[in-house]
């Protein structure tokens, strides 16, 4: 078995990561109290992997990682679950762009704000992942199936980040088709969701204690210990 004490991790993406809604107590705390990871967050609630005017941007959570010189032996990221957003009510927030042929046209520091799509975000993203953190095991989270997002659009970013972590060679812990968690289902929305608006009931989005402990890390970890 693999020992992780010590290992180092950063962890990029938004507030499932962050732990938004748990006491900001996310999938790196978690990973840290199980399997003894040093962890280092980057990850920001409401981000998003295309650019977004006014909110997170996960290239720039890349971009500061490397500017501190962060090490890691281990990353785990997630994204998409903003861009699918529709703030507006009619579009999703970032569009979801096409795939690039090939591996060597990517540069992080040189991604433009203007035109930014998921897609080409979320290969620049992985690309300087893999150039500046030579050394590290990544891991791609995809998020569970969630009530206040378009199924369909969920469902679409979704394969296409699981399209592009086949393309570069990324493992996932996708806990859309992996858990049962589906918080269309009024029940499981409540139980394993945060009431972060004092609704009287869960928001859908951001699991509680019980949803990162019963239907996240055990994907999670399972998936981890073997890459």
Known sequence: MVDF??????????SIMYGSGNGGVGVG?????DLGFSVTK????GARVGYYAGKNWIVEQVRAAVRDGAAADYIVFDGFTNDCNMTDGKVCDVPLGE???GFESFDIFSVRTENSTFTNCFENIVHAFKKYFPQAKLLFVRPHRMGRRDDYFQ???GERALELCKKWGISVADIYSESDLNTFDPVMRDKYTNDSYGWGRGDATHPNAPGYAEKYMPVIEEVIKKI
């Open 5 to 14: 004490s010590g290992k180092k991790l950063l962890v990029f993406g938004d």
């Open 42 to 45: 980057y990850c920001v609630g």
């Open 29 to 33: 705390e978690y990973l840290s109290k």
């Open 155 to 157: 469902r679409l970013y």
């Open 99 to 101: 795939v690039t042929e």
